[in-house]
């Protein structure tokens, strides 16, 4: 699961491990009062994403950015 949570004090964060499949990573930066995150999910996983509004999205293995 990852679920940045933002405060006013950070505008960007990032974070990795690795896992017996691989590297996972995430990171978020505001940008123009935007949220951006990109996450990279390692090959035979998936993960679940819940953005800052509370929106859930369920991902397989791969590099994915998303925006709100």
Known sequence: KIAPKITPELTFAKAYTH???????????IKDEKFILEIEVPI???CEVIMPS??????KNGKYTFEE
């Open 54 to 59: 509370g929106k859930t999205i369920n991902v």
């Open 44 to 46: 035979g996983s998936e």
């Open 19 to 29: 896992s017996a499949y691989g590297k996972i990573s995430s990171s978020w930066k």
